[in-house]
């Protein structure tokens, strides 16, 4: 086992620490045996997790959660689900399991890799992201239409698995989540290594190379509107961080382009940027505008697009900027994959609200605030 699960934290670091797969606290692998599994506990960090970043569980409890009936009310039935889980944990008792951890508790191979790469997410936040995964991977992967994570996900999946099962005669290895990522399961970590490539090659083939996110000079102009901005009556520190890169402004030219990207693709997104973004036209008042934002929206704005200029994200400190600035520009670039695949697909408002009032993901992003 501790073989094992030092492959497991090998793994971990070679995908955590590639922002092509996973960025701040997303993602999260396991590794698992007859008895036990061994899961990412929830907003650590991938790229620098060691044996104490997982959560060992009991597998024998976690197969109860497919066969209990829980609660209809979406928010009793998470509470439901969440005690269950942390009843399977076997050791530490003090960290919180992913909570995707159900899921791969019923992926039926030793090791799983679950990112949520930016190509790939190119083609699940597409329109026509469904039939495009036919033609590519056909009978090697299954495909899973949005759903809101949690214990109606892990349903979703269930369900999913058994039905390829059913007509195909095996296990699935590459389960693609729409507006989500990919879970990806094999008995050796080189396998899934040699899945996760042929993924790669198959839509680098379909795709455009994406627009340079390097932010290679300073701009003085964005500089003087960034140090203009005021956040009224907050005790926090704020730090602010500018980017005019090639990417960026291709997408901060005007209120057409920025619509793109106006609206969430993935609960990543929501959780490290929220959900709404500020667009500041040239000559608009942009303190009169961020009281605006937070009269409309009661919070203030973490990503604040100046039209022709670039970007501002502010946040508490400079990891949480830098984080919320590589997250935006990360849907910056799923948006303009996905005009391969039909042109972007965002989230429905209904799908927003469950994960901004889910406590699961806010409990994620003040865990990510924390780590290393």
């Not at 979703?156 to 989540?177: H, R």
């Not at 050796?188 to 290594?193: F, G, K, L, M, S």
């Not at 697009?305 to 508490?316: D, N, P, R, S, T």
Request: with cysteine.
């Amino acid at each position: 086992m501790e073989n094992s699960l030092e492959k497991l934290v090998s793994l971990s670091h070679k995908f955590g620490k590639n922002p092509e797969f996973i960025l701040a606290g997303g993602g999260n692998s396991s590794y698992k045996n007859n008895y036990a599994m061994w899961v990412k506990a929830s907003g650590t960090s991938m790229a620098d997790i060691d044996e104490d970043g997982f959560v060992c569980l009991d597998r024998k409890l976690m197969q109860v959660l497919s066969r209990r009936n829980y609660s209809k009310d979406a928010s009793l039935r998470e509470e439901e689900v969440k005690k269950d889980l942390q009843s399977a944990i076997l050791e530490p008792k003090g960290k919180r399991p992913s909570v995707e951890a159900s899921m791969h508790e019923v992926i039926q191979y030793k090791f799983i890799m679950h990112t949520h790469p930016t190509l790939v997410n190119g083609l699940l936040c597409a329109n026509e992201s469904k039939k495009m995964i036919t033609e590519l991977f056909g009978d090697d992967a299954v495909y899973v239409p949005y759903t809101d994570p949690g214990y109606v996900l892990f349903k979703k999946v269930v369900a999913a698995l058994q039905d390829y099962k059913e007509e195909f005669k095996k296990e699935a290895q590459i389960i693609f989540l729409e507006n989500h990522g990919v879970f990806v399961g094999a008995d050796t970590c080189e396998e899934i290594d040699e899945i996760y490539v042929t993924i790669d090659r198959k839509l680098t083939e379909k795709t455009p190379t994406c627009l340079s996110d390097i932010n290679t000079q300073e701009n003085q102009a964005l500089l003087t509107l960034a140090h203009q901005i005021k956040i009224k009556g907050n005790n926090d520190a704020i730090y602010s961080i500018c980017d005019n890169s090639e990417l960026v402004k291709f997408f901060v030219e005007d209120e057409k382009a920025f619509s793109k990207v106006a609206i969430p693709f993935t609960p990543d997104n929501i959780v490290y940027c929220k959900s709404k973004y500020l667009y500041n036209r040239v000559d608009d008042d942009v303190n009169a505008q961020i009281e605006a934002f937070l009269n409309d929206n009661g919070y203030y704005p973490k990503v604040i697009a100046f039209e022709g200029k670039g970007l501002v994200c502010i946040e508490e400190s400079e990891k949480s900027a830098k984080i919320v600035l590589d997250v935006f520009k990360d849907m910056m670039k799923v948006s303009y994959l996905s005009e391969s695949f039909g042109g972007p697909r965002a989230m429905t408002q209904e799908q927003i609200d469950f994960i901004d009032n889910w406590e699961v993901e806010n409990y994620r992003r003040q865990m990510s605030k924390q780590t290393k």
